[in-house]
């Protein structure tokens, strides 16, 4: 009987170590599929990366070319050249947009001084002169007032 049992549990034991066997069978081929399929995924973008390093390199190269006849349609002027491309490129206007969207911001008060015109034939020489400071003064009194809120003294 205990030799039975002994059996019986010996079979049990290599049931168990036959299953287990499988399981890391199981666990091995996964693992290595898992593996093969990041190498081709790692793989794929290598291959990609590659093309695009190629890709790269042609545009740089045509660019080249694009640059080096301009430069001799305009005589070798590098400041024509610079020049050109910043007005093909739209370097001009995208600067008038960041500069409007500035002003813009700032809500500027804008006031324009004139001096009479010269209407007035009694002002003559130093004295027209004069005369338009003084004209000129309560405008721009009146003008740092608003904007900074300041009153010159009486």
């Known amino acids: 009987m205990f030799i039975?049992?002994?059996?019986?549990?010996?079979?049990?034991?290599?049931?168990?170590?036959?299953?287990?066997?499988?399981?890391?069978?199981?666990q091995k081929a996964t693992a290595e599929a898992a593996f093969y399929a990041h190498q081709q995924l790692?793989?794929?973008e290598l291959y990609a990366k590659q093309k695009e390093t190629a890709?790269?390199?042609?545009?740089?190269?045509?660019q080249g070319v694009y640059i080096r006849t301009?430069?001799?349609?305009?005589?070798g002027n590098y400041n024509a050249l610079?020049?050109?491309?910043?007005?093909?490129?739209?370097?001009?206007?995208?600067i008038a947009k960041i500069n409007g969207k500035a002003v813009r911001g700032l809500q500027p008060k804008i006031t324009i001084w004139t001096n009479g015109g010269g209407g007035e034939g009694s002002d003559i020489g130093a004295m027209?002169?004069?005369?338009g400071?003084?004209?000129?003064?309560?405008?721009?009194?009146?003008?740092?007032?608003?904007q900074t809120g300041m009153l010159p003294p009486a």
């Open 4 to 26: 039975c049992e002994l059996r019986e549990t010996l079979k049990a034991v290599e049931a168990i170590l036959y299953e287990k066997e499988k399981e890391a069978e199981a």
């Open 133 to 146: 400071v003084y004209r000129m003064l309560p405008p721009l009194f009146k003008t740092v007032h608003e």
């Open 82 to 94: 610079r020049d050109y491309l910043m007005i093909n490129g739209g370097m001009f206007q995208e």
């Open 55 to 62: 890709g790269l390199e042609v545009l740089a190269q045509a």
């Open 42 to 44: 790692v793989d794929g």
């Open 70 to 75: 301009l430069l001799d349609a305009l005589g």
């Open 128 to 131: 027209k002169e004069v005369s």
